[in-house]
């Protein structure tokens, strides 16, 4: 226990410290907001629409703010040395080697996907849906105020994308992950010598499907198989645009609209679905899913 | 003695009006001052409640501009060179005065603004003020959100420690796979990438993070950087007055 | 009315020049039935050609357009180039590692790793060089003789010593490095030229030098 707090206080570790605390903090706060305005006829915000000048009552929120934070930023610099290591050896890897705390997300997913879809679809996906977010979401309740009522799809899908997979999987990388990127529970001593034995395979192999042929070529019926997992996958947007374009709201929505809404949350889904393939059957005493399809270009 | 330098034709041309708590100049205030021009004379009085706001987008500016000072410093002391840079965060964490308390503030800042960009979108997105007219505004935020985690990530190789080192090494690596662009990536050496002419080579000036790499990653954090962040946010900024001030129930409340 | 008659005849030699062009800004006045028209300050100012007003008649203007088009691609372009130096200050890839007498059998050698990045392993057939950059995220894996194996530090990549992938998110082998005999009868590696497995090149020459001395 005494390794874990260490690593909990690490100067380096404050601001995920900090995050896990104001992300709790908030949305439990925006819950509460949610809620009372849920309950009333009119959200709180429109009963405190007139108008107050903001000399001074804005300046001078913004004027106690800066002190404050001013304050905090000093204290914090004053208390605690930003870290400084050995000079940079090209030849020597720490171990564990982490990114930035910030990436720690997407350096967790590296263990799931190969680096060209950890590393650069899925961020580009992220930043793209992000911007997207506004021109797909045609809901026009819930504008300048809090409510969960009004649009729990939207919220429910962005809150499982940024507390579950960001803050959540940025958690688990810092504190979770050790030497050799290896999983250890709070409490339990990071051994630089701990030795996991994971030998993956891929999801074909599953139904007697090898992926290599002997001679070390790619079985045609493994590719098969994985494009069929993969394309079925995504055509079950299709499937559901299908089932419901006939009502108000797939109306409204649109089939480019819903084609962006449904390759997104999908895509979200979908890692998270490998995530499980890697991790559950070691629960089994299975051999971990390693790829779900393979082609000569590139393995999902 | 205060009156008398009141009246003079100096003075005058500084400050336009009275201090007298009047609501004529309470709107001067506002009006007459080029940084607090920024504000509108009068907001909503939801805009000035915490619990709606959580001030996540002025506290980011204000971590911003303590970012931009204390790296302003630092430069007095700091060579990005291979040669030089460890030895120069040396000196300033043991012989600088004042010297550690400037760069831990640099360094904690720059963590705060990541993780108050963070907080700030989430409370725009829960109070749905993405939504029309301010569906652009978000997206100018989303760049703003990418561009803080491009500096400071840009930031992390600076000291070259160990640390940083390692960071960039696992962080700019990820290029070497991007699709088409990256000489691991899918359909990458089918258009002919190589370890030296591919995106990771454009972004660290050579085949591995290097002395090439830090000047590289110095002059974007320094300057180009910052420089696309400013304009990004004078517009985010412009856009958050012209698309009508702090997001509100106004539709509700018609109804 | 007047205006609008001016206009026509202004677009007539317009016409043409459209007509061969790719498709501009359309000229306002092309529906033949007058439509109800816009208030005064939608329309552009009376008598005002604007600024798209491509035709024969002004030849300069679209050569004016075209050339700062031009300098727009032509500089970014340069300033993409210019981010590619000509010249790289790193150590040479093609370096002489000694005698081969000098490697023990079934030694996986790491006097080369911190300076050069490769490992050079003696097997009782002759020599393999592996490239210590592991083909995850391109961290350095360390060779541990009690495991038998490399093991990456950064995401648990595990190597066999052949430098077959095992274990880990690793999605290929280990690179290997061109190994030679020099004239002087020293080993030569050259890490520019490299053998991956996945591409079946571990069995071309230079992948692995026979040696049984």
């Not at chain 2, 550690?100 to 749905?128: D, E």
């Not at chain 2, 958050?240 to 997001?247: A, E, H, L, N, Q």
Request: with cysteine; proline share 7%.
């Amino acid at each position: 226990m005494g390794q874990f707090l260490e690593i909990l206080s690490k100067p380096d570790n404050i601001p995920i410290v900090l995050l896990l605390l104001s992300v709790i903090y908030f949305t439990w706060l925006y819950w509460v907001k949610a809620k009372r305005n849920d309950m009333a006829t009119v959200p709180v915000e429109a009963t405190q629409d007139d108008k107050v000048q903001v000399w001074p009552y804005l300046v001078r929120i913004e004027f106690l703010m800066t002190i404050a934070i001013m304050a905090v930023m000093v204290v914090w610099s004053i208390a605690l040395d930003a870290p400084l290591e050995e000079p940079a050896n090209r030849a020597l890897t720490p171990n564990p080697s982490k990114a930035p705390w910030y990436f720690l997300g997407l350096q967790e997913l590296l263990v799931y996907f190969d680096p060209w879809i950890a590393g650069v679809v899925l961020p580009t996906l992220i930043i793209v849906g992000l911007m997207a977010i506004p021109y797909v979401d045609i809901n026009e309740k819930g504008n300048g105020y809090y409510t969960y009522k009004e649009r729990k799809f939207a919220v429910l899908t962005f809150g499982f994308g940024f507390l579950i997979m960001w803050v959540a999987l940025i958690v688990l990388g810092t504190f979770l992950r050790g030497p050799g990127w290896n999983f250890f529970w709070p409490g339990e001593v990071w051994d630089p010598h701990y030795v996991a034995v994971l030998t993956n395979v891929d999801l074909s192999e599953y139904f007697g499907i090898t992926t290599r042929m002997p001679d070390n070529s790619l079985n045609p019926l493994a590719f098969i198989f994985g494009a069929v997992c993969v394309g079925g996958f995504y055509s079950l947007g299709v499937l559901y645009w299908i089932k419901n374009r006939n009502t108000d709201l797939m109306q409204k929505l649109g089939l480019v609209r819903y084609s962006v809404v449904s390759f997104l949350f999908l895509s979200m889904v979908g890692v998270v679905i490998k995530v499980i393939l890697r991790l559950l059957p070691t629960a089994f005493g299975l051999n971990p899913v390693k790829y779900v399809w393979v082609t000569p270009w590139f393995n999902v | 003695m205060f009156d008398q330098l009141k009246k003079t034709e100096v003075y005058k041309s500084i400050f336009r009006h009275s201090y007298q708590d009047t609501q004529r100049n309470r709107a001067l205030q506002i009006v007459d001052n080029v940084f607090l021009h920024l504000h509108p004379v009068r907001v909503p009085r939801h805009a000035t409640n915490l619990s709606y706001t959580w001030g996540m987008g002025g506290i980011t500016f204000l971590l911003f501009l303590i970012l931009t000072i204390t790296g302003v410093i630092l430069m007095f002391y700091y060579r990005p060179t291979a040669q030089y840079a460890y030895e120069d965060m040396k000196y300033l964490m043991n012989d600088v005065p004042f010297g550690p308390l400037i760069r831990n503030m640099h360094r904690w800042a720059a963590h705060a603004m990541v993780l108050t960009v963070m907080l700030h979108m989430f409370r725009v997105f829960l109070t749905g003020s993405y939504k029309p007219p301010r569906q652009f505004n978000w997206v100018v935020g989303v760049l703003l959100l990418v561009l803080t985690l491009l500096l400071s990530f840009s930031g992390y190789l600076l000291p070259w420690d160990q640390l940083s080192i390692w960071a960039v090494t696992v962080g700019t690596n990820m290029a070497r796979a991007t699709p088409l662009l990256g000489h691991e990536g899918p359909l990458g050496p089918e258009l002919g990438m190589r370890i030296d002419n591919d995106v990771r080579f454009v972004l660290l000036g050579g085949t591995e993070v290097g002395p090439p790499t830090l000047l590289r990653f110095y002059v974007g954090h320094c300057i180009f950087l910052p420089l696309i962040a400013v304009i990004f946010m004078a517009v985010h900024f412009w856009r958050v007055r012209k698309d009508g001030g702090i997001s509100g129930p106004e539709a509700a409340k018609k109804i | 009315m007047s205006d609008q008659v001016s206009q026509e005849v202004n677009n007539q030699p317009a016409a043409e020049a459209v007509a061969q062009q790719a498709p501009k800004p359309a000229s306002p006045q092309i529906s033949p039935s007058p439509l109800p028209r816009k208030p005064k300050q939608d329309r552009p100012p009376e008598g005002d050609p604007g600024i798209w007003r491509l035709s024969r008649r002004n030849l300069l203007t679209l050569a004016g357009w075209m050339g700062f088009f031009g300098f727009i691609i032509a500089s970014t372009i340069g300033s993409l180039r210019y981010m590619f130096p000509r010249v790289l200050f790193e150590p040479p890839m093609k370096f002489k590692a000694g005698s081969p007498s000098e490697f023990t059998i079934g030694e996986v050698s790491e006097r080369f790793k911190d300076e050069k990045r490769v490992w050079i392993v003696r097997e009782r057939e002759g020599f393999y060089a592996l490239i210590s950059i592991c083909t995850h995220l391109g961290c350095t894996p360390r060779w541990l003789p009690s495991d038998n194996k490399f093991k990456c530090p950064c995401h648990g990549s595990g190597f066999y010593k052949t430098g077959m992938n095992f274990e880990g998110p690793a999605p290929r082998p280990l690179e290997r490095a061109y190994v030679g005999i020099a004239d002087d009868g020293q080993l030569e590696i050259d890490r520019s030229i490299k053998f991956l497995y996945e591409k079946n090149e571990w069995t071309k020459p230079g992948a692995f030098l026979k040696y049984t001395g």
